[in-house]
C-alpha cells in the first residue's frame, strides 16, 4: 500500500467535498489509495472517517483520499478509529504488506504486534486480501472485484520486464519505458518496487514516477523506512 504526501491543504475546507478531486488526483495521482490501482473511469473521493458518521469532516482535507469502486463499496461507511488502523497518507504502509505471486498479499514479517494490527485493521476495511482461490467464500471476491486478479496481471507483467533489464545488452531505453510509462499507467506500486526490489536505481525511479509517493518512507536505496511521525 503506496504511503502518500498529499502536502498542505489547497483550501482550508472545499464547497463541496467532491470539489477536491483535481486537487487530490494533482497531489498522489489518480490511483486508489488502498488498492494501488489506476482509477481511469469515474474516480471517488473517499472519505477516511465516513461523512455519514463524522459529517464535520466532509470537506476536510485530511480527512479524503482516493478510492476505487471496489475498496469504497467495501469500506462504505464502517467507523474508522485512527488510532487502531494504518492510513497511508499518515504511515507507511509499504512496510506493511508482502506482495506476492498470484495476486496474493499478506501481512510482512518483522512488524511489531502493534503494526500488525494496524496494517490488519486497514486490510479488513477494504478487504484487500480477498482472493478468487480462498477457501472461504467470503474470502472470495465479488464479480466485480478484479483487485487480486489485476495485480496477478501486474506482477507477471513486471516480471517480464524485469528479465529484459537483467539481460547483460540491457538497453537503458527499456528502463525509462518501465520506469516512466508502464508501471505508471499500469499502476500497483508496491508490486513493481517488489519484483524490482533487487534493483534500488528502478526503485528510485518509481517512487519518483507515481505521483505524490512519500519519499522520506524509502531511503537513498529505495528501501522502505519508517516514516517520520507515523507509526510504520
Known amino acids: 500500500m503506496r504511503p502518500v504526501a498529499k502536502g498542505q491543504p489547497p483550501q482550508a475546507e472545499y464547497a463541496q467535498y467532491r470539489d477536491a478531486l483535481d486537487d487530490l488526483a494533482g497531489q498522489i495521482g489518480l490511483f486508489c489509495?488502498?488498492?494501488?490501482?489506476?482509477?481511469?473511469?469515474?474516480?471517488?473521493?473517499?472519505?477516511?472517517?465516513?461523512?455519514?458518521?463524522?459529517?464535520?469532516?466532509?470537506?476536510s482535507w485530511e480527512n479524503l483520499l482516493l478510492g476505487c469502486k471496489s475498496c469504497n463499496s467495501t469500506k462504505s461507511d464502517k467507523p474508522v478509529d485512527l488510532d487502531r488502523v494504518a492510513m497511508p497518507d499518515r504511515d507507511n504502509?509499504?512496510?506493511?504488506?508482502?506482495?506476492?505471486?498470484?495476486?496474493?498479499?499478506?501481512?510482512?514479517?518483522?512488524?511489531?504486534?502493534?503494526?500488525?494490527?494496524?496494517?490488519?485493521?486497514?486490510?479488513?476495511l477494504v478487504r484487500l486480501?480477498?482472493?478468487?482461490?480462498?477457501?472461504?467464500?467470503?474470502?472470495?471476491?465479488?464479480?466485480?472485484?478484479?483487485?487480486a486478479d489485476l495485480r496477478r496481471d501486474v506482477w507477471d507483467l513486471a516480471h517480464r520486464y524485469r528479465r529484459l533489464v537483467e539481460q547483460p545488452e540491457g538497453d537503458p531505453l527499456?528502463?525509462?519505458?518501465?520506469?516512466?510509462?508502464l508501471a505508471p499507467?499500469?499502476?500497483?506500486?508496491s508490486v513493481w518496487m517488489t519484483v524490482f526490489r533487487d534493483h534500488p536505481e528502478m526503485l528510485e525511479r518509481f517512487i519518483q514516477a507515481f505521483p505524490g509517493t512519500d519519499a522520506c518512507s524509502f531511503n537513498?536505496?529505495?528501501?522502505?523506512?519508517?516514516?517520520?511521525?507515523g507509526r510504520l
Open 33 to 59: 489509495s488502498y488498492c494501488e490501482q489506476p482509477i481511469q473511469h469515474v474516480p471517488e473521493v473517499e472519505h477516511v472517517q465516513p461523512k455519514s458518521l463524522e459529517p464535520e469532516l466532509e470537506r
Open 93 to 124: 504502509t509499504f512496510r506493511g504488506l508482502v506482495f506476492l505471486e498470484g495476486g496474493r498479499i499478506g501481512l510482512a514479517p518483522g512488524l511489531t504486534g502493534t503494526q500488525a494490527e494496524l496494517m490488519r485493521h486497514v486490510v479488513g
Open 129 to 147: 486480501d480477498r482472493h478468487p482461490d480462498a477457501e472461504n467464500k467470503d474470502d472470495q471476491p465479488t464479480d466485480r472485484d478484479k483487485r
Open 174 to 181: 527499456i528502463c525509462n519505458l518501465i520506469a516512466d510509462d
Open 185 to 189: 499507467a499500469k499502476g500497483f506500486f
Open 220 to 229: 537513498d536505496e529505495g528501501q522502505a523506512v519508517p516514516r517520520p511521525g
